[in-house]
């Protein structure tokens, strides 16, 4: 039972890079989100998803871009990696009742950008 | 715009105590909430989940209890060991299917 699965688990960019984080669930769950963890700050809401095709912006999601072609996968990227973006991210799934259900995390990304 | 306060933000007790963790958010228009553990350098894991129209979840040593009209939650650790030691979160999801977090209590229980 693998759950919400992200890779990598650790990244190092240089400024002005892009790059892709990876999110897969196989619960057939049809809400997928991301979030970015950083100190003091909590978790902060970067974009989700309701369904593959639909996807909109949470709290923090300049800089990211989503797609969501499958059920299963909501891959997030970075078009030009900067500093600001050093963080943990963390890809979450729900049920298609998602107000009813609880949220199933992955174990994070940890992303340094030098 | 929700906001979800958590206090106190650390917390340390000795082994054995009984403690309580508290969550207050701005908005009672709730679907439910979650309360999740984090241990250094991991990703989160889902403790318990309290529907709106409920008033308490229990797992083991674990009580949570809800007032949505008062905006509140408490989690309820017994006999706290130092294995409990973690950072504790809260998250009230609303209308768009969205989680909305509270900063955390960081718990340290001390053998």
């Known amino acids: 039972n693998a759950g919400v699965t992200q890779t990598p688990k650790f990244q190092v960019l240089k400024t002005g890079q892009s790059m892709t984080l990876q999110c897969a669930q196989d619960?057939?769950?049809?809400?997928m989100s991301w979030y970015r963890q950083d100190p003091g700050m909590g978790l902060r809401l970067i974009h989700y998803s309701v369904g593959a095709g639909i996807t909109d912006q949470g709290e923090v999601p300049n800089g990211y871009n989503v797609s969501r072609s499958t059920t299963e996968d909501f891959p997030l990227r970075l078009l030009s990696a900067a500093p600001s973006q050093t963080s943990v991210y963390f890809c979450a799934s729900s049920s298609p009742r998602a107000a009813r259900t609880e949220a199933f995390f992955g174990q994070g990304t940890r992303l340094t950008v030098v | 715009k929700q906001e979800v306060t958590q206090i106190p933000a650390a917390l340390s007790v000795p082994e054995g105590e009984n403690l309580v963790l508290n969550c207050s958010f701005t908005?009672?228009?709730?679907?439910?909430l979650q309360w999740f553990r984090q241990d250094p350098g991991k990703g989160l894991t889902s403790l318990l989940l309290i529907q709106s129209s409920q008033r308490e979840q229990t797992s083991g040593r674990l009580n949570a209890s809800l007032d949505k009209s008062s905006g509140r939650s408490t989690l309820y650790i017994a006999a706290s060991q130092p294995g409990d030691s973690a950072t504790y979160l809260c998250?009230?999801?609303?209308?768009?299917?969205?989680?909305?977090f509270g900063k955390g209590t960081k718990l340290s229980v001390k053998p």
């Open positions: 998250a009230v999801r609303g209308s768009q299917g969205n989680l909305i």
């Open positions: 908005d009672s228009a709730i679907y439910n």
């Open positions: 619960m057939n769950h049809e809400y």
